[in-house]
Nanobody, 126 residues
Framework: VQLQASGGGLVQPGGSLRLSCAISGFTWAQDGIGWFRQAPGKEREGVSCLSTTDARTYYGDSFKGRFTISSDSAKKVVYLQMNNLQPEDTAVYYC????????????????????WGQGTQVTVSS
């Protein structure tokens, strides 16, 4: 299984970015896949995750309304649309997943996930 995150960059406050996670190896049948971030000096946190079984999504409380997770099952890509970005959103964003987990579990129990991408830097600054 491989996950390749991309789409990060430098954006001004109030701007938007869309991250992509290209996935190979997952069956796309009973997987939980999501986005996580880690800011300097802070613990990693779950941003948003989805279940490939039923397309259900889960969002961390801080991300509801501004961030949207979606997927293209044919391409096996998971996206994270981030709007109204603020300096506190600056972090390395990772995609990760595992077999036989649902969206909420993937986001809440990220330490148990076996498969991680390399991370993409998002910097929000004027």
């Amino acid at each position: 299984v491989q996950l390749q995150a991309s789409g990060g960059g430098l954006v001004q406050p109030g701007g938007s970015l869309r991250l992509s996670c290209a996935i190979s190896g997952f069956t796309w049948a009973q997987d939980g896949i999501g986005w996580f971030r880690q800011a300097p000096g802070k613990e990693r946190e779950g941003v948003s995750c989805l279940s490939t079984t039923d397309a259900r999504t889960y969002y961390g409380d801080s991300f509801k309304g501004r961030f949207t997770i979606s997927s293209d099952s044919a391409k096996k890509v998971v996206y994270l649309q981030m709007n109204n970005l603020q300096p506190e959103d600056t972090a390395v964003y990772y995609c990760a997943g595992d077999y036989f987990v649902n969206a909420e579990y993937a986001c809440r129990e990220d330490k148990t996930l076996d498969y991680w991408g390399q991370g993409t830097q998002v910097t929000v600054s004027s």
